[in-house]
């Protein structure tokens, strides 16, 4: 069964500097998709950054890059410079190969993330 | 990126009601649509995938009597929560996907409405 795992329910961080947050998954498909989503209190799902299973290079998006170790079945997201308005929770998400019929996404439980001034 | 809206994004009811829930494509045509519940605090959980035309495909433990889901085109699912009690208050979030070949990586949430059942 596929499954994501975030094992950190809260981080903080101090404004300006670089925070990791981690995100494993399990999947027996060789196509599969991984996606990282910021949710802030207004609720909101704000997509950052996605990774294909087939991807050679890390993705990276702005501020954003994801850490993509497929070995080791993890897929972190790197925050550099962190801002005041990266508060929020941040989800790690999969999306479902073709057992799945490329349809769902399934979700970790989340990390809350602070950044103090 | 594609706009999704959800209409409303609060609602309140007594024990008892039904309510309906509009997720629209604003900018896109949605081929499939999903709709999950977060309860607080915690993550979103998938209820049902809807594909335009067809019947809702529900996960396991999803009552479908119970959450009636809609995608009569293109651009609109509605998700009806009948009978509603306090229990099903929670935060309803839909996403749409385009048919594209590239559309199973993208995947546009809604700002997602809040359901209270007094």
């Known amino acids: 069964a596929q499954k994501i795992t ?57 501020r954003y890059s994801l850490n993509f170790q497929k070995a080791r079945k993890s897929a972190n997201l790197v925050i550099s410079a962190s801002q005041l308005g990266d508060s929020a929770m941040y989800f790690c998400a999969m999306r479902e190969g073709p057992s799945g019929g490329y349809n769902k996404l399934i979700f970790g439980a989340g990390t809350r993330l602070a950044v103090h001034p | 990126g594609a706009v999704v809206s959800q209409h409303p994004s609060r609602v309140i009811c007594k024990s008892g009601t ?13 081929t499939t649509m999903f709709w999950y519940r977060q309860f607080p605090k915690q993550s979103l959980m998938l209820m049902a995938t809807s ?4 019947k809702a495909t529900y996960e ?27 229990e ?7 996403s749409a996907r385009g048919g594209g070949p590239g559309s199973y990586n993208e995947q546009f949430f809604g700002p997602g409405t809040r359901l209270t059942v007094l």
């Not at chain 1, 903080?12 to 599969?32: G, H, M, N, R, W």
């Open chain 2, 18 to 30: 039904s309510v309906k829930i509009e997720c629209r494509s604003l900018d896109f045509q949605a």
């Open chain 2, 88 to 94: 099903d208050s929670s935060f309803y979030i839909c």
């Open chain 1, 6 to 62: 975030q094992t950190q329910p809260g981080m903080f961080v101090q404004e300006k500097e670089a925070v990791t947050l981690d995100c494993t998954y399990d999947t027996s498909d060789p196509s599969y998709g991984l996606f990282w989503y910021k949710q802030p209190s207004s609720g909101e799902m704000i997509f950052l950054i996605y990774q294909g299973s087939y991807d050679q290079q890390n993705a990276t998006e702005g």
């Open chain 2, 51 to 54: 594909n335009e035309g067809s």
């Open chain 2, 60 to 86: 396991q433990g999803v009552e479908k009597d119970k959450f009636l889901i809609n995608h009569a085109s293109l651009t609109l699912s509605t998700l009806t929560v009948t009978s509603a009690h306090p």
